[in-house]
């Protein structure tokens, strides 16, 4: 039985990375190109993740299209010409604003960086410490060997100042030995260097003398900020500083004194590292390729931003061959691609998504009450995958946080483990797409009203839904852990992928108990070719029965059938035929005739 006190609840971070490993292990997700170290933001899904993802994309159509007369679906290129996209307004606008750090070249959303506070440190430019590669090049080949120096050789700080060390010593120069600090470094070569110069001991320190003078210092004229916050120690001003002109060339730069300036609300500063970030810019997040072997711009195309814009620019053909009537809708589910900035918290920001897109057309004065229909048609689709409405959230756009053309915009919002994020947009976009799209291909996308006998552009609801985000809600939903007995009675936790029946990847587990048992085994097999043209089905004949069942719960399989002596009619006759159906969840078994299986589960499952 299920032990009803559930274990302490892991905090969200532990529970995402609990998540994350059971999708690989057992293969929901992997990241994609993973022997060659992973491409960042794309990702696989694995036997159990596609079976997933396919079940939740079969259900949003059956509801969508299937289930409905007004909606009819479409199946769109995914590449895109791209004066649709000049005309949807992505080719000028669909950009964010990025900024890079200035030390790692990290770049981030700029409406991600958080408001910080503290000390800014700025440097107005470095000097390097050292003289240059080919003077410390000679002394290190004046100390090791006496012989010629070769100038391709390559010598690191330290390695220089210890070979300095050595020389001065061999030539009895009373010359402190440095500390870390770049500036006793550089006092220690200006020390040295004029005394060898001045005072050769052999041939080749003679021709050091005459061929090497103390060159130019490296000078970096770049100007560098570092934001130093309230318990954090100033050195790391100094050091972040470093860092830096060292990426810009210097080997051992020396820093001016800074000037310091207090600051209480600053997006300016990198929140890992205090480095400061580049002026925002905007980054268009479209992927643009060449059709064909031409590298004219007019070869050019786009991997498509959303599914949305294939539907408008299809809009009269589907019309005309549909004979649909306002309002009607078009359904499309498909591959969207977005060079994201930062692609993180697993599968939720990804580089290439799937997107389940209706654009529901309407007349002007439903737009405002279809928005309202079409979000609580959605709410109650979630719930009808497992997702229970206290879990989800409708926030309704601000004016100025919406589209300049939509006159009402919702997100519907999950509870993910990582913070309550949105998992679908439900936009009334008037009629500015399809407006775009007639002004812009000069082809009437106008509907004629048989009954007032006017012509007009209709408006449009959408209600847009990821794939990929919804497949991740319904992973974080269903992941829980209870106390189960093993085989001896013990107690042990319990991995369980509660999935709603309807999404799980396989429906039904079978097991015969023995498995070299070869009755036992035949008549387990025989189950699986009967319930097979009805579900997804899975034979397992390996380990204890405890162990499969617990498998099987790992993985979300709602059902898992037994097949033992009492099948074969060896302990009563009259349970001839017949297994344990266990349930998931509450793990309770109950005995079922083998014939009555496919309607049992069916009508379960439904
Ligand atoms: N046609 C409207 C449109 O594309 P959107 O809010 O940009 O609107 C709709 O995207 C949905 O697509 C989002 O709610 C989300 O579920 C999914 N989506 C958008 N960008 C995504 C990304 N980078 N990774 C995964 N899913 C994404």
């Known amino acids: 039985m299920v032990n009803t006190v559930s274990m302490s609840a892991p905090s969200d971070t532990q529970r995402m990375e609990k998540i994350v490993s059971l999708c690989k292990r057992r293969g929901f997700v992997f990241q994609s190109s993973e022997i060659y170290g992973g491409l960042n933001g794309l990702w696989d899904y694995g036997p159990l993740g596609v079976e997933l993802k396919r079940n939740l994309k079969n259900y949003w159509w059956r509801v969508i299209v299937h289930e409905r007369d007004d909606v009819v679906g479409m199946d769109g290129s995914i590449l895109t010409h791209p004066a649709v996209l000049k005309a949807s307004g992505h080719v000028e606008g669909f950009a964010d604003l990025m900024v890079d750090c200035r030390l790692t070249n990290e770049r981030f959303k700029a409406d991600q960086i958080p408001f910080q506070e503290g000390t800014i440190f700025t440097y107005e430019s470095a000097r390097d410490a050292m003289p240059s590669d080919d003077g410390l090049l000679a002394l290190a080949q004046l100390a090791e060997t006496d012989q010629e120096p070769q100038i391709n050789k390559d010598i690191s700080m330290s390695d220089a100042v210890s070979l300095g060390l050595r020389i001065a010593q061999r030539r009895n120069l009373f010359i402190s030995a440095p500390t870390n600090e770049p500036e006793s470094v550089e006092q220690f070569f200006l020390d040295l260097l004029p005394e060898l110069l001045r005072n050769p001991k052999s041939e080749w320190e003679e021709r050091f003398r005459l061929g090497y003078s103390i060159p130019p210092r490296r000078v970096c004229g770049d100007s560098f900020r570092v934001l130093v916050r309230p318990g954090e120690s100033d050195s790391r001003a100094k050091k972040t500083a470093r860092l830096f002109y060292q990426k810009r060339g210097l080997r051992l730069p020396v820093l001016p004194q800074p000037s310091k300036e207090r600051v209480s609300q600053t997006q300016e500063f990198n929140p890992e590292n205090g480095a400061e970030l580049t002026a925002p810019r905007p980054f268009n997040l479209m992927f643009q390729t060449q059709l064909g072997a031409s590298s004219d711009p007019s070869s050019i195309a786009y991997l498509r931003p959303e599914t949305a814009q294939s539907i408008f620019v299809q809009f009269k053909n589907i019309l005309e061959v549909s004979r649909k009537k306002l309002p009607f809708g078009i359904a499309q589910i498909g591959k969207a691609f977005r060079n994201e900035i930062n692609p993180r918290n697993f599968t939720f920001r990804s580089r290439e998504f799937e997107q389940m897109e209706l654009e529901y057309f309407c007349r002007p004065e439903q737009g405002m009450e279809l928005l309202e229909y079409w979000k609580e048609e959605r709410l ?224 379960r499952l439904a």
Not at 475 to 489: H, L, V
Not at 498 to 523: D, E, M, T, Y
Not at 525 to 536: D, F, Q, Y
């Open 380 to 603: 109650t689709f979630y719930e009808n995958i497992g997702i229970p409405r206290s879990k989800l959230h409708v926030l309704t756009v601000p004016d100025e946080e919406r589209a300049f053309y939509s006159k009402g915009t919702y997100d519907i919002e999950y509870d993910f483990p990582f913070g309550r994020q949105e998992l679908e947009g439900v936009a009334y976009r008037t009629d500015y797409d399809l407006s775009q799209h007639q002004k812009a291909s000069g082809k009437a996308l106008e509907y004629f009203d048989e009954e007032t006998k006017q012509r007009f552009v209709p408006h449009v609801v959408e209600p847009s839904a990821g794939v990929d985000r919804t497949v991740l809600a319904l992973i974080c939903e269903a992941y829980s852990e209870d106390q189960a007995p093993d085989e001896k009675g013990k107690m042990e936790t319990r991995v369980v992928l509660r999935f709603h029946p309807r999404l799980a990847p396989i429906k039904c587990g079978v097991f015969p108990l023995l498995k070299n048992n070869s009755q036992l085994v035949a008549k387990a097999k025989a189950i699986v070719e009967l319930l097979r043209p009805h579900m997804t089905v899975f034979y397992d004949e390996s380990g204890a029965i405890g162990r499969r069942y617990r498998r099987q719960d790992e993985i979300g399989t709602p059902f898992g059938l037994t097949v033992d002596f009492e099948t074969l009619g060896e302990k009563d006759p009259a349970l001839r035929d017949t297994v344990t159906l266990r349930d998931r969840d509450s793990m309770k078994q109950e005995r079922v005739a083998i014939q009555d299986l496919p309607a049992i589960l069916r009508e």
